[in-house]
């Protein structure tokens, strides 16, 4: 690690606070940097035809169109550069260098996910933030930013070198949260205010609460330094073990929660196992606030509702439920149907190809054997040259055979995972048509309870109107409700608009369900199909790439066999 280490003066912690500031402005204002800019497809283009290579290898290598995809190292130093962009024209980059340029914000590299070393070392950053997609990285260097804490890290699962040295870190905070990086390997935080305070060894505590460590400052961490850090820190390891703990048994229980999410999502029956629809259909549900202000004749069918639609959707919830388990069952059996013909043509083709080879050992000994004889022998030469022929033609003969076999099983195989996964899809498609239909007879009986309560509610509103105008007790009638007064049809078109709006959620669900089940076979069938033609496409360039290195093979045999009787 090339990174310069601070050292300690007898400044006042002011004035190292403002050196700290202000490190990079003079280091990048005493060079002769571009125009400050953008990351952009021209910039990218120009490093990357300026990069490494020298002589005629430079020359070659910048006559080649730029392809993006092919681009694994990219390095950016010293640009001047404000903001990242462009980045995800590159999206098989595993190694970044960005350091010794004018960046404030960590941003746009979501879709660089094969990124394994990223340096941005040398900048204005001062969060450390947007990493989260980096899921293969390795590395990451932050050294001399303007960073003021430690956050955003621990979903980096895969980092083993962190490098954050010379940034503006006054607190031990967020420092914990590196325990979750178990791959984390080596820790740099020299030149940060906290590693400054005389009377915390920031050293010590990093090495107490950051077990995995083997590196702290790039000096490796004895096993005498490690106790030693235990017991200075015995109390402040406790409590983060707990709260680790504690926050370890919380993501578990989430971790359940999503996954039982999941599977409801997948049986197309969330937010069925409560009350969540029948409170769906109230919701902004102006007509029906307005038809409960009766009181309790109202509030007794707004409960005896609630139960007849909470039977309900416990129906479609357990259905849902039920079919899941025979379509999940279908699934496995479809995929490990496919898994076990695949694994057998592979077995197969590999003992024909074993067989080849042996056959290949063979008939290459006896050929080296006639190539010697040739080379050492004056006469008789066309009789060698004529049996060197014939197995010449013997072996591009078996050659082809392995070759039409292979084919033909890889054919045969791939036609037969075609019309597998048409009459997988057929199978599926019918057990879901079945459980749409059966929920769809449940989501009729749901609006039928609807229009039911809108009769009762009807009725009831009635009553209550007609009795508080016998009693003469007009002024116990809600406001909202007095234009109903001597008006059945403001009553019926109060009414109907909160049986609209029931029955319109109701069918939203039942879209919903009807529309999702189309688009969940649609999705597996489409991963299907292009996974076999992927399958299918690197089988079949397999094949032909063993009969291209066995073609060679034979015709490299002369050159070797005169070779060899040289060197003898």
């Given at each position: 690690?090339?990174?310069?280490?601070?050292?300690?003066?007898?400044?006042?912690?002011?004035?190292?606070?403002?050196?700290?500031?202000?490190?990079?402005?003079?280091?990048?204002?005493?060079?002769?940097?571009?125009?400050?800019?953008?990351?952009?497809?021209?910039?990218?283009?120009?490093?990357?035809?300026?990069?490494?290579?020298?002589?005629?290898?430079?020359?070659?290598?910048?006559?080649?169109?730029?392809?993006?995809?092919?681009?694994?190292?990219?390095?950016?130093?010293?640009?001047?550069?404000?903001?990242?962009?462009?980045?995800?024209?590159?999206?098989?980059?595993?190694?970044?260098?960005?350091?010794?340029?004018?960046?404030?914000?960590?941003?746009?590299?979501?879709?660089?996910?094969?990124?394994?070393?990223?340096?941005?070392?040398?900048?204005?950053?001062?969060?450390?933030?947007?990493?989260?997609?980096?899921?293969?990285?390795?590395?990451?260097?932050?050294?001399?930013?303007?960073?003021?804490?430690?956050?955003?890290?621990?979903?980096?699962?895969?980092?083993?070198?962190?490098?954050?040295?010379?940034?503006?870190?006054?607190?031990?905070?967020?420092?914990?949260?590196?325990?979750?990086?178990?791959?984390?390997?080596?820790?740099?935080?020299?030149?940060?205010?906290?590693?400054?305070?005389?009377?915390?060894?920031?050293s010590l505590y990093v090495t107490a609460i950051l077990p995995q460590?083997?590196?702290?400052?790039?000096?490796?961490?004895?096993?005498?330094?490690?106790?030693?850090?235990?017991?200075?820190?015995?109390?402040?390891?406790?409590?983060?073990?707990?709260?680790?703990?504690?926050?370890?048994?919380?993501?578990?229980?989430?971790?359940?929660?999503?996954?039982?999410?999941?599977?409801?999502?997948?049986?197309?029956?969330?937010?069925?196992?409560?009350?969540?629809?029948?409170?769906?259909?109230?919701?902004?549900?102006?007509?029906?606030?307005?038809?409960?202000?009766?009181?309790?004749?109202?509030?007794?069918?707004?409960?005896?509702?609630?139960?007849?639609?909470?039977?309900?959707?416990?129906?479609?919830?357990?259905?849902?439920?039920?079919?899941?388990?025979?379509?999940?069952?279908?699934?496995?059996?479809?995929?490990?149907?496919?898994?076990?013909?695949?694994?057998?043509?592979?077995?197969?083709?590999?003992?024909?190809?074993?067989?080849?080879?042996?056959?290949?050992?063979?008939?290459?000994?006896?050929?080296?054997?006639?190539?010697?004889?040739?080379?050492?022998?004056?006469?008789?030469?066309?009789?060698?040259?004529?049996?060197?022929?014939?197995?010449?033609?013997?072996?591009?003969?078996?050659?082809?055979?392995?070759?039409?076999?292979?084919?033909?099983?890889?054919?045969?195989?791939?036609?037969?995972?075609?019309?597998?996964?048409?009459?997988?899809?057929?199978?599926?498609?019918?057990?879901?048509?079945?459980?749409?239909?059966?929920?769809?007879?449940?989501?009729?009986?749901?609006?039928?309870?609807?229009?039911?309560?809108?009769?009762?509610?009807?009725?009831?509103?009635?009553?209550?109107?007609?009795?508080?105008?016998?009693?003469?007790?007009?002024?116990?009638?809600?406001?909202?409700?007095?234009?109903?007064?001597?008006?059945?049809?403001?009553?019926?078109?109060?009414?109907?608009?909160?049986?609209?709006?029931?029955?319109?959620?109701?069918?939203?669900?039942?879209?919903?369900?009807?529309?999702?089940?189309?688009?969940?076979?649609?999705?597996?069938?489409?991963?299907?199909?292009?996974?076999e033609v992927d399958r299918h496409r690197a089988k079949i360039l397999e094949i032909n790439s063993f009969m291209?290195?066995?073609?060679?093979?034979?015709?490299?045999?002369?050159?070797?066999?005169?070779?060899?009787?040289?060197?003898?």
């Amino acid at each position: 690690m090339d990174e310069p280490v601070n050292t300690q003066s007898g400044e006042s912690p002011a004035e190292e606070e403002e050196e700290d500031e202000e490190p990079l402005r003079c280091f990048l204002e005493e060079i002769n940097c571009p125009e400050p800019g953008i990351i952009d497809r021209q910039m990218i283009e120009t490093a990357y035809l300026e990069e490494g290579q020298k002589g005629e290898a430079r020359r070659l290598h910048q006559l080649e169109p730029v392809v993006y995809d092919r681009i694994t190292t990219m390095r950016l130093e010293f640009k001047n550069i404000l903001r990242i962009d462009h980045l995800w024209m590159m999206p098989n980059l595993t190694k970044l260098c960005l350091n010794c340029n004018k960046i404030e914000v960590i941003e746009h590299l979501e879709m660089l996910t094969a990124l394994k070393d990223l340096n941005l070392s040398f900048n204005y950053i001062t969060r450390i933030e947007n990493l989260e997609t980096l899921v293969n990285l390795e590395k990451l260097s932050l050294f001399s930013n303007r960073i003021r804490r430690i956050e955003n890290i621990h979903t980096l699962e895969n980092l083993v070198i962190l490098s954050i040295g010379n940034n503006l870190i006054d607190t031990v905070e967020g420092i914990e949260r590196l325990r979750f990086v178990s791959s984390l390997k080596v820790l740099n935080l020299e030149g940060n205010p906290i590693a400054k305070l005389p009377d915390f060894p920031l050293s010590l505590y990093v090495t107490a609460i950051l077990p995995q460590l083997r590196y702290y400052e790039y000096i490796f961490i004895k096993t005498e330094v490690k106790e030693e850090a235990k017991k200075r820190f015995y109390r402040e390891l406790r409590e983060i073990e707990d709260k680790q703990e504690r926050e370890i048994q919380g993501l578990e229980t989430k971790a359940r929660e999503m996954a039982e999410a999941d599977r409801l999502a997948s049986s197309f029956v969330e937010h069925l196992d409560g009350q969540q629809l029948y409170e769906s259909l109230w919701r902004d549900d102006e007509e029906g606030r307005i038809l409960m202000l009766v009181g309790a004749q109202a509030q007794e069918l707004y409960e005896e509702y609630s139960k007849d639609v909470y039977e309900l959707t416990q129906q479609i919830y357990r259905l849902g439920l039920e079919r899941f388990g025979e379509r999940d069952a279908e699934i496995r059996d479809f995929k490990a149907s496919l898994h076990e013909g695949q694994e057998e043509l592979q077995a197969q083709g590999q003992r024909q190809i074993e067989q080849f080879l042996q056959y290949k050992e063979r008939t290459f000994d006896e050929m080296r054997l006639k190539w010697r004889e040739l080379d050492q022998r004056d006469d008789d030469l066309e009789a060698l040259q004529s049996q060197l022929d014939t197995l010449n033609a013997h072996f591009e003969d078996a050659l082809n055979e392995l070759w039409e076999s292979l084919m033909a099983q890889e054919l045969h195989l791939h036609e037969a995972v075609e019309d597998s996964t048409l009459n997988f899809n057929r199978k599926i498609s019918e057990l879901m048509a079945s459980f749409v239909e059966q929920a769809q007879v449940i989501f009729q009986q749901l609006r039928d309870v609807c229009s039911h309560f809108a009769h009762n509610m009807t009725e009831v509103v009635t009553q209550f109107l007609s009795s508080k105008l016998s009693r003469q007790e007009q002024n116990a009638i809600p406001e909202e409700l007095r234009k109903c007064v001597d008006d059945r049809e403001a009553v019926l078109q109060l009414v109907e608009g909160m049986r609209t709006t029931h029955t319109a959620r109701v069918d939203e669900r039942e879209d919903r369900m009807a529309q999702r089940s189309r688009e969940f076979i649609d999705d597996m069938i489409f991963k299907l199909n292009n996974n076999e033609v992927d399958r299918h496409r690197a089988k079949i360039l397999e094949i032909n790439s063993f009969m291209e290195m066995m073609t060679q093979a034979l015709a490299n045999l002369p050159g070797e066999s005169h070779q060899e009787a040289s060197s003898d």
